[in-house]
């Protein structure tokens, strides 16, 4: 147990304070609430360190006992998110898809003593998982292929299926059904849409108006060779 101030840090696992992923790699906490004195309260932060290889997780869940101390204005730092917070606990996620070897900051609170209590702690101890975001969105947050945070453009551009342009409108625009950008009436036409004042597709206008064309022709036609019989 240290006290630091007014508050005593315990880790709650009874002093086991590290996480083996594999033979190569530990990540440690024995150190992993470090705090700033104030008058009645402390500014803490959150840490822990990967020793090896690098830590194939990006999650920590952070499970908290207090007693005669409430906590306040938890953040996320350094490229971790704070995801979930309750009572007793709160979870952080890491932009990255992997912690490297070193040490790693990963949240601050305020710690603050309550009024006339004799006795002050905090017991904490840290759980450390992956979680797979390969191309995932949450909270204007974007994730592409390797599951680390990016930009909403390179997400789009790795992650977003090209939708469909055929026969569809778009934005005010009109895609025939070769995907081709082309006018309203080119539109109707091309994807044979039904005119609701008429009843009648595009492609049937112009079908009736072939049929018109050639109606008219053949009459003129007849006409002119019924003159000429006449004659």
Known sequence: M???GIIALIIAT?????SVTNAKTVISYSDGVKCDVKDDYEICTFSFTVNGDEAQKNKVVVDLTLTNVTMSELKGLNGFTIKNITNTSFVVESDANSFKAGTHTFA????????KAKECKVEYTYNFSK???QCSAENNK????NGEACSLEEYNKQCKKEEPKSCVIRDGKYYDKNGNEVSKDAYDVSCNIVNPETGVSG???VVLGLVA??????YLI?????KFINL
């Open 2 to 4: 240290k006290k630091l």
């Open 14 to 18: 009874f002093f086991v304070f590290s």
């Open 108 to 115: 601050s609170a305020k710690f603050t003593k309550v009024e």
């Open 131 to 133: 979680v797979d975001r």
């Open 142 to 145: 974007y994730y592409c292929l």
């Open 203 to 205: 492609v049937s206008f």
């Open 213 to 218: 064309i050639a109606s008219v022709s053949l």
């Open 222 to 226: 007849t006409k002119k060779n019924s």
